[in-house]
């Protein structure tokens, strides 16, 4: 039994909407989940497979607009400037990221909505954090622009369920490697890119040092815990609003060995460009032991199952079209 009546995606396009809404279509129904991005769907299974619109997060009435027409309940809000492109965009970051958020937890409010879902970021630590298996409750001082709209968002949620009763929810979800929709803007893309070029051209030359560590999840398990989130009891939860949440932690150095295991001919060179103060600020392994106790969160994929995963599922498809070149 859905908790649902109809959900409202927006930033539906993105890395993790493009594969989470058609899940959700299939789990809770596909005419009760509304994929929306800024621009108008291209064709395509998420286009194809239930309603759609085209909705900029900044546009309050909109949001509310489209809410009452489908009847949904739920907000899940993936639209976001991530890490890099935040930075070359601060203002605009600000208006979608924080503006937008707003929006949602205002329409959610207005309208009595059971829920909204807004994903943090390990982004929201930063370099006075511990950054070995960083704690739930901690120092939060971002020196980036797209960390400081995480906290700020966090923040936000818990202000609006104390308040008003608005039930906000979200995870610090750490870089998500995926086969299906390219990342976009973020530092923890190069652990998808790798595999583009190193299935494509069988080298990478990586944006990060070689012992650069980071938290990282497989978009499975990153499906899974955003849907055991959303469905799990309020008042089990203590930290609705940003848990922690991983399921590994590698270096570039160490994922470009797992690949070479099955491309032995697979080379790598490291050029570290600004993105290297990025992820030096982030932690390098999470404790998550909060979410796995209070809602029984258990991730399936380790980096090696993961590697094998990733590769069986792009080699075909990039042998045979050349279809999803990493830019
Ligand atoms: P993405 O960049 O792939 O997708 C974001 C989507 O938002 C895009 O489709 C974009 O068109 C849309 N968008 C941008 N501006 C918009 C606007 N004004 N109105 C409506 N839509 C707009 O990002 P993602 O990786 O899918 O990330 C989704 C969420 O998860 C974000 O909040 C992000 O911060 C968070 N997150 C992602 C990762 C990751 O590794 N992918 C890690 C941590 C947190
Ligand atoms: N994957 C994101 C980024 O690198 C982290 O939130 O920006």
Same mark, same amino acid.
């Given at each position: 039994?859905?908790?649902?009546?109809?959900?409202?995606?927006?930033?539906?396009?993105?890395?993790?909407?493009?594969?989470?809404?058609?899940?959700m279509?299939e789990?809770?129904g596909?005419?009760?989940?509304?994929?929306?991005?800024?621009?108008?769907?291209?064709?395509?299974?998420?286009?194809?497979?239930?309603?759609?619109?085209?909705?900029?997060?900044?546009?309050?009435?909109?949001?509310?607009?489209?809410?009452?027409?489908?009847?949904?309940?739920?907000?899940?809000?993936?639209?976001?400037?991530?890490s890099?492109?935040?930075?070359?965009?601060?203002?605009?970051?600000?208006?979608?990221?924080?503006?937008?958020?707003?929006?949602?937890?205002e329409?959610?409010?207005e309208?009595?909505?059971?829920?909204?879902?807004?994903?943090?970021?390990?982004?929201?630590?930063? +370099? =006075? /954090?511990?950054?070995?298996? %960083?704690?739930? &409750?901690?120092? @939060?001082? +971002? =020196? /980036?622009?797209?960390?400081v %709209?995480?906290v &700020?968002?966090? @923040?936000?949620?818990?202000?609006?369920?104390?308040?008003?009763?608005v039930?906000c929810?979200?995870?610090?979800?750490?870089?998500?490697?995926?086969?299906?929709?390219?990342?976009?803007?973020?530092?923890?893309?190069?652990?998808?890119?790798?595999?583009?070029?190193?299935?494509?051209?069988?080298s990478?030359?990586?944006f990060?040092?070689?012992?650069?560590?980071?938290?990282?999840?497989?978009?499975p398990?990153?499906?899974?815990?955003?849907?055991?989130?959303?469905?799990?009891?309020?008042?089990?939860?203590?930290?609705?609003?940003?848990?922690?949440?991983?399921?590994?932690?590698?270096?570039?150095?160490?994922?470009?060995?797992?690949?070479?295991?099955?491309?032995?001919?697979f080379?790598?060179?490291?050029?570290?460009?600004?993105?290297?103060?990025?992820?030096?600020?982030?932690?390098?392994?999470?404790?998550?032991?909060?979410?796995?106790?209070?809602?029984?969160?258990?991730?399936?994929?380790?980096?090696p199952?993961?590697?094998t995963?990733?590769?069986?599922?792009?080699?075909?498809?990039?042998?045979?079209?050349?279809?999803?070149?990493?830019?």
């Open positions: 039994m859905s908790p649902f009546t109809r959900i409202l995606v927006i930033g539906a396009a993105g890395q993790i909407g493009s594969e989470l809404t058609l899940v279509r789990r809770y596909a005419a009760n989940v509304v994929a929306s991005d800024v621009h108008p769907l291209k064709d395509g299974p998420l286009k194809e497979s239930g309603p759609h619109a085209a909705l900029d997060i900044r546009d309050r009435s909109a949001i509310a607009a489209l809410v009452q027409e489908h009847g949904c309940n739920c907000i899940v809000n993936l639209a976001a400037l991530l890099a492109t935040a930075e070359q965009h601060v203002q605009a970051a600000w208006e979608i990221n924080i503006g937008g958020h707003y929006n949602t937890l329409v959610a409010r309208l009595g909505l059971k829920q909204v879902f807004c994903p943090s970021s390990i982004a929201a630590f930063g +370099p =006075t /954090t511990p950054r070995d298996n %960083t704690p739930q &409750s901690t120092v @939060l001082e +971002p =020196t /980036t622009i797209y960390g %709209t995480k &700020s968002g966090e @923040l936000l949620g818990n202000y609006y369920y104390q308040r008003f009763g039930d929810r979200g995870l610090r979800y750490p870089g998500i490697i995926s086969s299906d929709t390219l990342p976009g803007g973020g530092t923890t893309d190069y652990a998808v890119d790798i595999f583009y070029q190193a299935i494509q051209h069988g990478y030359e990586c990060l040092r070689e012992d650069t560590m980071l938290p990282m999840m497989y978009m398990d990153c499906i899974k815990c955003t849907l055991d989130l959303m469905e799990a009891d309020r008042a089990k939860l203590s930290n609705a609003a940003g848990y922690n949440i991983t399921a590994m932690s590698f270096t570039a150095g160490e994922l470009a060995a797992e690949i070479r295991k099955h491309l032995p001919e080379t790598i060179t490291y050029v570290p460009d600004v993105r290297q103060n990025y992820a030096d600020s982030w932690p390098r392994s999470i404790d998550d032991s909060a979410a796995r106790s209070e809602w029984g969160w258990q991730h399936d994929f380790d980096m199952s993961m590697v995963d990733m590769l069986a599922k792009l080699t075909p498809r990039l042998k045979s079209n050349g279809a999803g070149e990493a830019g």
